[in-house]
């Protein structure tokens, strides 16, 4: 077995801290004696060895759904509706089709960005047409 003694050194006082290879308790305070260290604290070190693995990258149990990232475009795109409403439909399709890897959660917000989206989407296109259609 390891053994750590930390102690001090009997001629000159000064701290020692030392790793002594021993049987037992007794064998390491009769070694740290005769190499003249004055023991104040021993404590055994495992020996077993531990093999620790290499860092895997950590795996999220989340997945964003693609169509979240569509409606999150849509957000910006509902001003012009040309672009705005085929955006949000494409997000609402992906969102409702939904990989198998995302959450519901992650779809259920997608849907609900992409309706919302889509809704401002027609409003502002009736408010074109009302506006400028005259």
Same mark, same amino acid.
């Given at each position: 077995?390891?053994?750590?003694?930390?102690?001090?050194?009997?001629?000159? !006082?000064?701290?020692?801290?030392?790793?002594?290879?021993?049987?037992?308790?007794?064998?390491?305070?009769?070694?740290?004696?005769?190499?003249?260290?004055?023991? *104040?604290?021993?404590?055994?070190?495992?020996?077993?060895?531990?093999? #620790?693995?290499?860092?895997?990258?950590?795996?999220?149990?989340?997945?964003?759904?693609?169509?979240?990232?569509?409606?999150?475009?849509?957000? #910006?795109?509902?001003? #012009?509706?040309?672009?705005?409403?085929?955006?949000?439909?494409? !997000?609402?399709?992906? !969102?409702?089709? !939904?990989?198998?890897?995302? *959450?519901?959660?992650?779809? #259920?917000?997608?849907?609900?960005?992409?309706?919302?989206?889509?809704?401002?989407?027609?409003?502002? *296109?009736?408010?074109?047409?009302?506006?400028?259609?005259?």
């Amino acid at each position: 077995m390891l053994w750590r003694i930390d102690g001090a050194d009997s001629k000159t !006082g000064t701290e020692v801290q030392l790793n002594i290879e021993a049987g037992s308790l007794e064998d390491v305070l009769i070694l740290a004696k005769a190499k003249g260290i004055f023991t *104040s604290k021993v404590t055994e070190i495992s020996t077993t060895r531990v093999d #620790v693995p290499y860092a895997q990258p950590i795996e999220s149990s989340e997945t964003i759904n693609p169509a979240l990232y569509i409606g999150i475009c849509s957000l #910006v795109a509902w001003i #012009v509706p040309i672009i705005g409403i085929p955006t949000s439909i494409l !997000g609402l399709l992906v !969102g409702l089709k !939904g990989p198998k890897s995302a *959450s519901v959660s992650s779809s #259920v917000i997608a849907i609900i960005v992409n309706t919302i989206t889509l809704s401002f989407g027609i409003m502002n *296109s009736i408010a074109g047409a009302i506006k400028y259609g005259r």
